[in-house]
């Protein structure tokens, strides 16, 4: 979250996350609740899949090739294999596509 030339740091982040979801949850059944809990997780996961794809692009249009070791995309997280040499078969062959 960005606000002026300064980030966010972590906490705030999660106290501000906190508070929208007692504001958006305030009226709601826990039915309602729980589904608006599976759009929001599913709206972060998209939202990384497409930060990780992005950052492929990047490394293609560079010609690097080149992994950058961040995990900045992903809030910290390791993300999924990008290269298909990252996949390996319980062999150690990469599979077939």
Not at 10 to 32: K, Q, R
Not at 60 to 66: L, M, R, V
Request: proline fraction near 3%; glycine fraction near 12%; include cysteine.
């Amino acid at each position: 979250m960005v606000r002026g030339d300064c980030v966010a740091n972590g906490a705030e982040i999660a106290v501000s996350v906190t508070a929208a979801a007692v504001a958006l949850s305030h009226g709601l059944s826990a039915d309602e609740t729980a589904l608006l809990g599976a759009v929001f997780t599913q709206l972060g996961d998209t939202l990384t899949t497409i930060s990780v794809a992005k950052s492929n692009q990047v490394n293609e249009n560079t010609g690097t090739g080149e992994k950058t070791g961040s995990n900045e995309n992903t809030g910290g997280l390791p993300s999924a294999p990008t290269e298909s040499a990252d996949i390996v078969g319980d062999d150690g062959n990469r599979p077939v596509v």
